[in-house]
């Protein structure tokens, strides 16, 4: 069979899986709260936690843009489903680059086979994401004492690791920074459950505190003062591209479910759809789903391509995708009138999970910022500004 067939056949089956059980899974995780371990074996069972490692690692192997086409039909179901596929499809890439042989044997395949279940855990409660972190760790002999807290982290309850992001204690700024592998069960570790968010329901989130918890120096990914490269560095790009993706499969959700109820609702003797101000916003809604799917798309096969702008396509992909999903879950929900507004209806649920994305990978604030650095500094090499000092 051709590569091409079998892609086909790989995206059928999401589709189904997304259209059928997954749609019962959405309706499971929304009644009780819960996303038990019996869907994320399911999601094993199935191979969808695997699609994008290489093959060497157990991984499916599949090329990014590729993924990427599946990631917008995974999106298209659950906050928490779509939270599971791409957290688990992307952890292996932030840990690979910086492991070496045996971290790799005991952390990066394991997690991509599903035996062990690693959180991001970067954000903290008492200062900005990224070099202001205040985590610190203590070396003493062959281990490193961990002392700080985080929150916000997705998996953060049921983990077996903390993928942890700390500096060395006295350090500032990038210097000194380290990246973890910090047992969930080690000694000094408190976590509180705090999962109870707007949307994505189910997924387990926690706020972790570390009182000279012990974690071997061999945990340690990469050298001291690479920490944030372990977290910012490569890994980003396309995590941020699968972000965006995410969005754009979320608003074709909210635009097929505006397109149905349009439909069959019936106002002073016509169907919405018959009324232009309705017709325009659908429109609207479409022109805009596609725009932000093109550049998602165009994203991808610049970092598949491994080209220089691939970082900032990442950041406008996913700041232009974000306010798409914003306008599009918004003018969905209104198309529903007050009715809309009843968790009785499918679009409740698709505009909180959609609240979730403007803060995953970043804020838009932050996009912007990543965005205008490097354009200054293109404009910079193109005009020789800055090369000849
Ligand atoms: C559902 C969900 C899951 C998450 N999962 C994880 C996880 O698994 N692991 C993890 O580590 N984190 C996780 N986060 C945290 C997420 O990465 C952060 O919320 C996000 O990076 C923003 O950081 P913050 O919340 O500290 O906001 P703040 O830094 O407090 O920002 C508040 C506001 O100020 C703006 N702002 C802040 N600094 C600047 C600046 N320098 N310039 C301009 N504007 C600025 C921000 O854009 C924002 O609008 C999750 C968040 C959510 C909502």
Partial sequence: ???????????????????????????????????????WAELN?????RIAAPEEYGGRGLGFVR??????????SHGSIRMIVHVVNGIWRSMDGHADDEQRKRFV????????????????????????????VVREGDTYYLSGRKHLITFGVRCDYYLLAARVE????????????????????????????????????????????????????????????????GFLTPSRISVAMSCVGLAQRAQQLAVEYARNRVTFGKTLTQRQVIQFMLAENEA????????????????????????????????????MLTAVTDKALQVHGGLGYWKSQKI?????DARAQRFEEG???????VVFRELLQRTASRTGEGTSR
């Fill in 170 to 233: 006295g350090s500032t700024g990038h210097e000194g920074t380290v990246a973890l592998l910090v047992p969930r069960d080690a000694p000094g570790v408190t976590v509180e459950d705090t999962s109870d968010t707007m949307g994505v329901r189910g997924t387990d989130h926690a706020s972790l505190a570390f009182d000279r918890t012990p974690v071997p120096v061999d945990h340690r990914l990469g050298a001291e003062g690479q920490g944030m490269e372990v977290f910012l560095g």
């Fill in 1 to 39: 069979m051709s590569d091409e067939q079998q892609f086909h056949e790989l995206r059928t089956q999401v589709e189904q899986w997304v259209e059928g059980p997954g749609e019962r899974w959405a309706e499971r995780i929304e009644e009780t709260g819960q996303v038990p371990e019996e869907l």
């Fill in 67 to 76: 993924w990427m086409e599946l990631m917008e039909v995974f999106s298209r």
């Fill in 45 to 49: 069972a199935q191979g969808f936690l």
């Fill in 288 to 323: 805009d789903i596609e725009a932000a799917r093109q550049l998602v798309l165009h994203a991808a096969r610049r970092f598949e391509e491994g080209a220089d702008d691939a970082s900032m396509q990442s950041s406008m992909a996913k700041m232009h995708a974000v306010t």
């Fill in 109 to 136: 395949v394991p997690s991509v086979t599903g035996d062990i279940k690693i959180a991001f855990t970067l954000t903290e409660p008492g200062n900005g994401t990224g070099a202001d972190i205040t985590t610190s």
């Fill in 363 to 369: 804020t838009n604030e932050v996009q912007k910022a």
């Fill in 348 to 352: 409740e649920r698709v505009y909180r």
